[in-house]
């Protein structure tokens, strides 16, 4: 089954003259590319090129004293720490960060990464099993906020418990001995956009700057912010710039065994690594561990000090992720043979589904299908599932207002995860799509492709990508700067690709000519117009020892 959906190109409103001027040290095209990305000013500017700028001071965090005085009382009194983390690339970046900081400042600590079969977030069994370790403090990373019940239970077994997590929080804030996260009502923070990593590399600074005076000594983890900010998707903007723009500097110089190891085998050159290689290599690897196997071989592979240990389990992790991109696709084409298209939320629940796969397809869905989707797998007693959205749907508020109905849920506003009693599975359903059905007009379930810029092909500037390298690092909200051009000659066109379903282009306009790639867009061979409308970013195109630039094609039209 295929819904064809012709894209909605919007382009993004014309730069205002009054904001023109104030961006007159960069040229017209960075001008409208900085407005589009809400910088409206020389001052927003600066920040947004000198990333420095954005470095925060972490005791300015709410708590963030309350915990470093815990967390050191804990040190000089022996006491066993357990770090929680949460099974994604994220929590596992954000385990192995903090507890390699704890175990250098000279604790004595226990890293703990659930199943994810025992569920999204903290569980009792978990807290159990740390009780019986004899732990008397949990911090938990990249979750903990939507856990107020069972980190009750490890309070009154007599634990204390620490949260960090950037969640977005429920009505009701754990009671616990202190919750670091920006985004709690009344955190002044300036940046709310921080991964689960990113509070833990605060975290780290804070212990630091009170141990030895300086929040520099945390930079030694960097490599693994980097990491976890870009896997889970958080916005690149702001302090996550900064943390990404160095971090990727200290992956391409780490001496971290298990993530050399790993680059290794991706495929990937390690003094080259960049945001899409960490997104498309390093994270599906690391995610994949948690998704078919245990999250802890990644986390150990973070860990290790061992050449071998770090050989075998990096080939392992390689393994798995191949297991589960085959699986992934098994699992979309049956998904898509269940689904009714009339319905504003896709959903479709199977007991045959992969658990740890359910988010992956799911995200496929809302790509093809360009609108809210989640898939669950159906257990005995409980449906667990992943949601994806788009722009124009909130599916955790969606979630929230369902609450009655949930075991537990959390998430953002365009990913989410829940776990429901199987028999309110199709109450469950039956309302979210009510609240879809008054948030979401028909009219909204079109792809749409956002574009930068309108510009004539054969004036882009001639370093026009020197230009654009200032946008770097790429990524969630900062994604790379799309144009379109109009009138566009083809002066020819072939088919590519094992299945001839991408397209080779050379394109003109007046005296400019460009090569263009076009992927999963061969179906244009059989009939190519003379001329088309084009939206295309530049690209670096390396050839024979030589560089050129290349416009890859996202969309095209016939020009009329």
Known sequence: MQIANEKEWIIAPQIPENIKSELSGVSDIMQQILYN?????????????????????????????????RIFHAIDT?????????????????????????????????????????????????????????????????????????????????????????????????????????????????DKNLSGVGIAYKLAQALFQIKNGSIEFADEWLDLAAIGTVADVVPLLGENRLIVTKGITAIRFSKR???????????????????????????????????????KKALNLLLTKDMNEAGLLSQELDDINRKRQKITQDMQELAQKEIDENNLIIHVFDKEFTSGLV????????????????????????????????????????????????????????????????ENLEKLIEKLELIAETELDPKDLRPKINIDIEYPLYKIPIDILNELDQLEPLGAENSEAVFVSRGVEVKNARTVGRDENHLKLRLRDRHAEYDAIAFNQGFWGKEMPTRIDVVYSIERNHYNGNIYKQLRVKDLKPSF
């Open 37 to 69: 990305r809400g910088i409206m000013d020389s001052i927003s500017a600066a920040q947004f090129f000198n990333k420095e700028a954005n470095a925060y001071d972490p005791f300015l965090l709410q708590n963030m004293d309350k915990a470093v005085e």
């Open 78 to 190: 022996q006491e066993s720490i357990a770090v929680f983390g949460d099974y994604d690339a994220d929590g596992i970046t954000s385990t192995a960060l903090l507890s390699e900081v704890l175990n250098t400042l000279g604790a004595h600590v226990t890293p703990y990464i659930p199943e994810r079969e025992e569920g999204y977030g903290v569980n009792t069994n978990a807290i159990d099993f740390l009780y019986d370790q004899k732990i008397s403090l949990i911090i938990t990373v990249d979750c903990g906020i939507r856990s107020p019940e069972e980190l009750r239970y490890a309070q009154e077994l007599g634990m204390t418990v620490i949260v960090t997590d950037h969640h977005v929080p429920a009505e009701t804030i754990p009671d616990v001995h202190c919750v670091i996260c920006p985004r709690v009502k009344g955190d002044q923070y300036p």
């Open 257 to 295: 065994i298990g993530l050399k190891s790993l680059i290794a085998v991706a495929g990937f050159d390690q003094r080259k690594i960049n945001t899409v290689d960490i997104s498309f290599g390093i994270a599906p690897r690391l995610n994949a561990a948690g998704r078919l196997d245990s999250p």
């Open 359 to 422: 988010g992956l397809v799911s995200a496929k869905l809302t790509e093809f299908f360009y609108r809210p989707s989640i898939v669950g797998y159906i257990g005995d007693e409980y449906t667990r599932a992943s949601c994806r959205s788009i722009p124009e749907f909130n599916i955790t508020n969606a979630l929230d207002n369902c609450e009655n109905l949930l075991v537990r849920h959390g998430g953002h506003a365009m990913a989410a995860g829940f776990t429901v009693v199987n």
